[in-house]
């Protein structure tokens, strides 16, 4: 198993290229199975989570290639399977969004439940209610969940969660009702950038949309998508990442590619910090030299603070001049990391949904353990600032999401590198 070792204290300064959006390529990969003809994706990162959606699209009959030049070919040769099993859909829970594309071209999809994982419980009773609205009969085999439907038709469908809008379910149910009979408008839809890119790829296949990037999304069903070639946005939460190492570090980096209006709620919680943030002509520019002020932070749905920087943005205030609260309103258990980070010296208490930071002065590096994807990130921003040295185990965590991120940090001035343990 491999794990990262970082030597802490290093100013991180110079360019970070940003890759493409790992949550926008996921569904728009998948919606590759509705449309006739071939798909061209560039700015794809070459992921873990990417390679597992090849692997399970390739399954279902798509043919899924990457050229010369990293651009990834999609074409639908055989659409005699609609069953994603459980090894592939345990391992990554986007797999789900193959459900409403399945159900909408074949009229027929079996998906297993993914189950929880280690930021919580991943329901998916929003995606199926959605799709029941769209016409689809439901029942649910052995662990998965099977959904027909002869012909699909278009519905006034509310998709508001106990937690606010679910991505993945407005992705389901936006692409299934593409191809569905008539008109349906999602209320309460999630507005999150991916949304919208995924958006701007059926539109460019055919489809007619309105209002993606609202809570209230139109669509008028057509007969038929065809392929097109689509660049994927940048990672909103890659480039968060990197600005609070930049911060971390009291370096300067610059965010290649990074894009500044998808990170409002961040770039105001990193100023309020002491932290500057300023547009640059190719990305932002991100750089402090002053001690870290404390604040509050709630996670929300977008264009709120992103819970997918909760971890990252919690390695950061452990260091503050003072006491901060980050409350997590989107998975309340999405805590794993608060364990890890105290064994490196930070003083956190946690008090139901939120987290309590008595900033210290130092962190002290240590043997910590990755739970997942955003947490693992969380423990290698600490680690570039701790005195001393830090292994996080685990790395596998880490390569879901973000794209040679040593090799990035590295290009920047941290010392880290990656080991077989
Ligand atoms: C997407 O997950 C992202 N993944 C997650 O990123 C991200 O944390 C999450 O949105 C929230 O922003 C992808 O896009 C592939 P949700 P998703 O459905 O769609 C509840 C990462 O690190 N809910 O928006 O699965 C749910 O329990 C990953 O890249 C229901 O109650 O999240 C949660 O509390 C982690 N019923 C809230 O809604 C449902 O049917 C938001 O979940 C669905 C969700």
Do not use: W
């Not at 439940?113 to 439901?138: E, K, S, T, V, Y």
């Not at 057509?222 to 097109?228: D, E, M, N």
Request: net charge neutral.
């Amino acid at each position: 198993m491999q794990l990262f070792e970082i030597n802490g204290g290093n100013r991180l300064r110079g360019t970070v290229p940003i890759s493409g959006a790992k949550n926008a390529a996921l569904p728009i990969m998948a919606a590759s199975i509705l449309v006739d003809g071939e798909t061209v994706l560039r700015n794809v990162p070459d992921l873990a989570d990417v390679r597992q959606m090849q692997a399970l699209l390739a399954k279902l009959g798509v043919r899924c290639e990457r050229d010369a030049e990293g651009a990834l070919h999609l074409t639908v040769e055989d659409e005699m399977n609609t069953h994603a099993e459980y090894d592939i859909v345990s391992k990554m829970r986007a797999s789900v969004c193959v459900m409403g594309p399945l159900l909408a071209k074949r009229k027929r999809a079996q998906v297993a439940m993914p189950g929880g994982c280690a930021i919580g419980d991943r329901p998916i009773g929003l995606h199926i209610q959605g799709l029941q609205a769209l016409g689809a009969d439901f029942e649910l085999t052995n662990g998965d969940v099977l959904l027909k439907a002869k012909k699909m038709r278009g519905s006034e469908i509310f998709l508001g969660g106990p937690f606010g809008s679910s991505v993945t379910a407005t992705a389901n149910v936006l692409m299934a009702a593409t191809l569905a009979e008539g008109t349906t408008t999602i209320e309460s839809a999630a507005c999150e950038p991916e949304i919208v890119d995924l958006a701007d790829y059926l539109i460019a296949c055919g489809a007619r949309i309105a209002g993606h990037g609202t809570p209230r999304v139109t669509i008028e069903g057509v007969a038929t998508l065809t392929g097109t070639s689509h660049t994927v946005i940048p990672d909103r939460i890659e480039a968060g990442t990197f600005m609070i190492a930049g911060a971390i570090t009291n370096g300067e980096l610059m965010l290649e590619g990074a894009r500044i209006d998808h990170l409002r709620a961040v770039v105001d919680r990193l100023r309020r910090i002491g932290v500057i943030v300023d547009r640059a002509e190719k990305g932002l520019v991100v750089s402090s030299a002053r001690r870290i002020e404390p604040v509050d932070i709630t996670t929300q749905p977008y264009p709120g603070f992103p819970t997918d920087l909760q971890a990252q943005a919690m390695a950061l205030l452990s260091l503050a001049d003072g006491n901060s609260c980050i409350t997590e309103k989107i998975y309340p258990d999405r805590f794993l990391h608060v364990g890890e980070l105290s064994r490196m010296g930070a003083q956190l208490r946690k008090e139901g949904p939120t987290v309590i930071i008595e900033g210290v002065k130092r962190l002290i590096g240590a043997p910590v353990m990755a739970s997942d994807l955003r947490a693992s990130a969380a423990l290698i921003l600490a680690g570039l600032i701790a005195k001393g040295t830090t292994r996080v185990q685990r790395a596998y965590h880490i390569d879901r999401g973000y794209e040679k991120i040593e090799e990035k940090l590295s290009a920047v001035g941290a010392s880290i590198r990656r080991l077989e343990a």
